[in-house]
């Protein structure tokens, strides 16, 4: 089946430590998107890649890095520099980027201890 | 300010009520487009609509019925005879792609519970 993964589905690490969310697609599209989601606080942008080896800051990018070295795969390192890393995170990409729908992944509950 | 404004933090009704959903915009570009996600509890969201800025026309599909009025910059979302299932969290989302190509700004969301 076509979709998006991201694993783990529920993630645990101690403050100080860093960790990578993953996120991989086989739909073929071009961009892809990492979101991160509080309560009350809708979807808010951390990253975004429009093509491989390419990628912009969001609106929350301190604190998170990424790299797109293949076309299906975006991951998410959520540093030690984040200082309030315990949310929800999703995925999501599309076949380009622009005003197209974007297809999200389960997404990951990471939670720092 | 807020380019995309859900008023409503959470709404509930009883099974078979109709609801409507609020969703006001901001924007200065005369391209732009609009979307409607759903996240139920399972945590994935689902989309629903795309709508451009040159398409006033009201769209129904089933139960779902979308109301886009530009002179009131609102794209607003009717659930007709609400069931169980559509309990969930309801996003309406931006994009302005003359502005580059940014992904989607999203509104914080409408919690709906629908009661038994």
């Known amino acids: 089946d076509g979709g998006i993964t991201q694993s783990p589905k529920y993630l645990f690490r101690k403050e100080g430590q860093n960790v990578t969310l993953s996120c991989e697609q086989n739909l073929n599209h071009d961009a892809m998107y990492w979101y991160r989601q509080d309560p009350g606080q809708g979807l808010r942008l951390i990253y975004y890649?429009?093509?491989?080896?390419?990628?912009q800051k969001g609106d929350i990018a301190e604190g998170y890095s990424v790299s797109r070295e293949k076309k299906e795969s975006f991951p998410l390192t959520v540093t030690s520099a984040q200082k309030n890393p315990t949310a929800f995170y999703l995925c999501?990409?599309?076949?380009?980027?622009?005003?197209?729908?974007?297809?999200f992944g389960p997404g990951t509950r990471l939670t720092v201890l | 300010a807020q380019k995309v404004t859900q008023a409503q933090t959470e709404i509930s009704v009883v099974e078979k009520e109709d609801v409507t959903l609020d969703c006001v915009y901001e924007t200065r570009d005369t391209t732009y487009y609009l979307f409607w996600y759903k996240q139920p509890p399972s945590g994935e969201l689902v989309f629903l609509i795309r709508r451009n800025s040159f398409d006033e026309q009201n769209e129904i599909s089933g139960r779902y019925s979308w109301n886009f009025q530009k002179s009131t910059s609102s794209f607003n979302f009717t659930i007709t005879a609400s069931q169980v299932v559509d309990s969930a969290v309801y996003f309406c989302?931006?994009?302005?792609?003359?502005?580059?190509?940014?992904?989607?700004?999203f509104g914080k969301g409408t919690r709906l519970s629908v009661i038994a």
């Open positions: 989302a931006l994009s302005e792609p003359n502005s580059g190509n940014t992904p989607l700004v």
């Open positions: 999501a990409s599309s076949i380009a980027a622009g005003p197209n729908e974007q297809f």
């Open positions: 890649s429009q093509i491989v080896n390419d990628f």
